[in-house]
Every structure is written in structure tokens, then in C-alpha cells.
């Protein structure tokens, strides 16, 4: 049984990923500041709190390791742009710090980095779907550090035993999401329905953006890893829909979905939103037969019963 290292495995997209890649036959390493480290409790999943800014610490925990999966980054993209430096401290230099040290992991097999296909791009002057060698022009310093992060990811795979590959979602929604952080509109128009608060919307819900369900992001890292890549390659892929919808319509199905309607708050556009950003994943398809087929109304619904079923949130 291969084994997978999921870094920030405690989060929206890791505990996602969890469930479905130990539903693969994958023995599933959880390793985040935020959990306990367990016993042998019979499962195929087991857990590590490690920080990652702890690297001797992080390469120790995932030394037989074929797979490791980079999910953790601080920030969300409406993070306000408060200090470059710390946001390289925070994000860039322990992936860094890791890949430079990652000879040490000799039974590793290919690393993956979740980069975002929402933010890396920036604004597009033709509302085509956008594809992976477009030009990289983020607005914000969560675009940013994912771009330099995706730069390093390439340079230091280079002459390695192992292969590496970057995927840029679009904006990934599902049960798990984090309703705390102001990430995910979805899920929190969902929960303002549930909690009978008032929801912003900014710049009347015009932005267009590309929704896609965690569990087709899962099926595409799966397909991923399960490609046999050549030593010191990396590879980069959208993964997305491939369907734009303009905010507003997203809450309209929402309040559809839920027969409640949302108390909105209308507020000026973000300097940080692209008003459009839709991915091309033509590239994932051809390569691996790769679709995303979670519709759009059918993820709503299990968001929607996730969250109304769910206290905790």
C-alpha cells in the first residue's frame, strides 16, 4: 500500500482528500499544526501535528512517504496586502526549506502543490477560459506567493529523484469548507441563510468566476499521482469547470436550493476581485481523461445539507 502525505490535511481541501484517497487503497498521512498525533487505530489514515515551518521535524514525519501533497498557505485570497515579507516568511520559505532538504525522502515519488487557478492569473483582458500558460499578472499578495511558491516548486524539482506537479484550482467548494476564514462565498451564503445573517455583496454580484466540486479536485490530484512522470519534471494544470457564473447567480441558486431568500449587503467592488476568471482544463483532460462531473446544482444541495445538519459551522 502506497503512502500519501497530506500537509495542512486538517483543512477544508485535506479532510476532502482524505476521505476519498483512503477510500483508493492509500495508506493516508495527515500532518497539521492543528491535530494529535495518534496510535495505530486499525485505519489507514493516521495524523501528525507537525508546523511546517519545523522542516528537519516535517521531513522526518513523511520519510516513507511516496506522495507528498502541499495544501497549507496562511492567508485566503481577500487577505489584505499587510507585508510582503511576512507572507513569504509565512508561505514561501517552508515549502522552500523543505524541497531543498527533499533528497532526504528517498522513497519519495512525486510532490503536488495546490497552487490557485483563482488568483495566480489576474485580470484577463478576453473572457475566454484561461489556460495554464498564460502570463501571470496576480493582484493580490495571495496570487503572489502562490505564483513565486509555483516558480520555486519548478527550480527545485529540477535534478531531483522525484517528479512534481502544481494544480490550480478555481474556487473549490464543499462539505468541510471553512466558514470562519472569509474564503468561499458559497458556503457563506449558505450559513446566513442558516444563522439568519445578512451577506456582502460586492459590486452587485457581477465578478465572474469558475466553481468546481472538492471532489472532481480530488479525482484530478488522483489522476495526478497516479501518473508516472519523469524524474525532475513538473507539470502544471488548471482544475476547474470550465463554466463561469457571475456571484449573483450563484446566491440565486442558492436561495433557490434553500426556498429562503439572503438578507444582502450591497458593497463596492474589491481591489483584489478579477471580474473574470474562468479556467481552460483542457489540458488535464486530454492528459488523463478528465472531467469535472459534479453539477453545480447537485454540490449546492450537499453543501446545503452539510451545513444545515452541522452545528459546529
Not at 495518534?38 to 521531513?59: F, M, P, W, Y
Not at 532526504?104 to 503536488?112: C, D, G, Q, S
Amino acid at each position: 500500500m502506497k503512502k500519501i502525505a497530506i500537509i495542512g490535511g486538517n483543512g477544508f481541501i485535506g479532510k476532502n482528500l482524505t476521505d476519498y484517497l483512503s477510500e483508493k487503497d492509500f495508506e493516508i498521512l495527515c500532518v497539521d499544526h492543528s491535530v494529535k498525533n495518534n496510535l495505530d487505530d486499525g485505519s489507514n489514515v493516521r495524523t501528525a501535528a507537525v508546523d511546517i515551518h519545523h522542516t528537519k521535524e516535517l521531513l522526518g514525519s513523511v520519510k516513507d512517504c511516496n506522495f507528498v501533497i502541499w495544501l497549507v498557505h496562511s492567508s485566503v485570497p481577500s487577505t489584505k496586502d499587510d507585508s510582503l515579507v511576512d507572507d513569504f516568511m509565512l508561505n514561501v520559505s517552508p515549502i522552500v526549506r523543505f524541497l531543498e532538504k527533499a533528497d532526504e525522502l528517498t522513497k519519495l515519488e512525486k510532490f503536488v502543490y495546490f497552487s490557485s487557478g483563482g488568483t495566480v492569473y489576474g485580470d484577463v483582458s478576453e473572457h475566454t477560459p484561461i489556460k495554464e500558460e498564460l502570463h501571470q499578472n496576480p493582484i493580490s499578495n495571495y496570487g503572489l506567493s502562490k505564483s513565486v511558491i509555483e516558480k520555486y516548486v519548478e527550480y527545485l524539482t529540477r535534478k531531483k529523484h522525484f517528479s512534481s506537479a502544481i494544480l490550480r484550482p478555481s474556487n473549490v467548494y464543499g462539505k468541510f469548507q471553512n466558514l470562519v476564514k472569509p474564503q468561499g462565498i458559497i458556503g457563506f451564503a449558505f450559513k446566513a441563510i442558516r444563522d439568519s445573517k445578512s451577506l456582502d455583496l460586492y459590486d452587485e454580484g457581477k465578478v465572474i468566476r469558475d466553481f468546481v466540486h472538492v471532489r472532481d479536485v480530488a479525482d484530478a490530484l488522483l489522476k495526478t499521482i497516479e501518473d508516472q512522470s519523469l524524474a525532475g519534471s513538473t507539470e502544471v494544470f488548471n482544475v476547474g469547470s470550465q463554466q463561469g457564473y457571475s456571484i449573483k447567480e450563484i446566491i440565486d441558486k442558492i436561495e433557490n436550493i434553500s426556498q429562503q431568500p439572503i438578507d444582502i449587503v450591497h458593497k463596492s467592488s474589491r481591489n483584489f476581485d478579477c471580474q473574470y476568471n474562468v479556467l481552460n482544463t483542457e489540458k488535464l483532460r486530454n492528459k488523463y481523461n478528465w472531467n469535472a462531473n459534479m453539477s453545480l446544482e447537485n454540490g449546492l444541495s450537499e453543501v446545503w445539507e452539510w451545513i444545515k445538519n452541522d452545528n459546529e459551522v
